[in-house]
């Protein structure tokens, strides 16, 4: 039988403690994750491509007072003890696009290759799902496409998207040759960042699927890169390039790559909220311009039921399921997928 196993007490255990717990348990291997919410994300991951494998997962470190996150879990000392019995999850970043180590090829570091879990959420294919269960639009009425929309919001991205690694590489060098202390302020603040990225509800338009959205997006993007280069003068992206031809990333999926919480807070839900409103709205419109029948009526009340049940906002949080659903869609998963059935041959 299937352990259904998550520790909230005993996390991040010693190694001898850990063997003992899996012994007694009835545990195959365990896994370290960022924290609580990351539990679901890599339990749902590992249900679906080894529904075989006994696996307990610990959101905490129990040595450090209940610290989480990338750091704990790529400790030296988990690093040291990975291996068939204990595996490693996390979000990848920035770190795959940089072929970043101990992340990049680890066998038994599992990470996202997109951003963060939060990226997986509002893939195309999860958001026009959500949008489906939760306005119920008439084919006629559907005139927004997620897909088409998020591609050109990439292809607007992209520019910056390069600037973000080559700075990020930069860190991660200092980094690596123990020189943290000279790290300093991001080049490309946060708060850059968000001005950029971010949607605002009042400027969402979807006419011509939110084309005038995009078209200050890329004014955004713009000047944010002339603001760069007028400050750096010496930036050479060749490599960068380079990498992302290699790692075969192309200028419709920066969606995957930029930063999730981002994306999922200022991007994806901005416009959802809009997407849905106006769905529901023109559906009441149908109903109210229809012949009155006590069919249209029991419709009418249907529809209204249904909504009322439903938040999308919920919805949208485990919107990395359609991810599993549809593989062939969310190319970043197929590759976890790939890693996973690795391990499995490996084990």
């Not at 943290?180 to 990225?197: G, R």
């Not at 010496?234 to 790559?257: A, F, M, P, R």
């Not at 023109?282 to 109903?287: I, V």
Request: glycine residues 2%; hydrophobic residues 35%; neutral net charge.
């Amino acid at each position: 039988m299937k352990a259904e196993n998550t520790l909230l007490d005993n996390d991040f255990p010693d190694i001898d403690d850990r063997n003992a717990e899996n012994i007694l348990l009835n545990i195959d291997i365990a896994c370290y994750v960022e924290g609580m919410e990351d539990v679901h994300f890599w339990k749902d991951i590992f249900d679906a491509f080894a529904p075989e494998l006994n696996i307990i997962f610990y959101p905490y470190s129990r040595e450090n007072n209940l610290k989480s996150g990338k750091q704990t879990v790529l400790s030296e000392r988990n690093l040291k003890n990975s291996g068939p019995n204990l595996i490693l999850c996390v979000d990848s970043d920035l770190e795959y696009l940089l072929k970043n180590q101990p992340l990049f090829n680890h066998p038994y570091i599992f990470h996202t290759y997109a951003y963060s879990i939060e990226n997986y959420k509002i893939s195309p294919a999860a958001l026009a799902r959500i949008v489906e269960k939760s306005s119920y639009p008439d084919a006629n009425i559907c005139g927004f496409s997620f897909v088409k929309f998020m591609q050109e919001y990439s292809k607007a991205t992209y520019p910056l998207l390069r600037y973000i690694l080559y700075f990020e590489k930069q860190k991660l060098e200092q980094i690596a040759n123990k020189q943290a202390h000279i790290v300093s302020e991001p080049h490309i603040s946060e708060k850059e960042l968000k001005s950029v990225l971010c949607l605002k509800p009042n400027e969402i338009c979807l006419t011509d699927n939110a084309n005038e959205v995009i078209t200050g997006l890329k004014n955004r993007v713009s000047n944010l890169i002339d603001k760069i280069k007028k400050k750096h003068s010496n930036i050479d992206l060749n490599h960068i390039d380079k990498t992302l031809s290699e790692l075969n990333v192309q200028k419709t999926d920066t969606y995957w790559y930029l930063n999730g919480h981002i994306m999922y807070d200022c991007v994806a839900k901005i416009v959802m909220g809009k997407v849905i409103i106006d769905y529901r709205k023109e559906k009441r419109q149908w109903f109210k311009s229809q012949e009155p029948t006590e069919m249209l009526k029991a419709k009418q009340k249907e529809y209204h039921n249904l909504l009322k049940n439903i938040d999308w906002k919920t919805l949208l949080n485990d919107g990395y399921m359609y991810c599993l659903i549809s593989l062939n869609r969310c190319h970043p998963m197929q590759k976890i997928k790939q890693d996973v059935e690795r391990y499995r041959v490996s084990d």
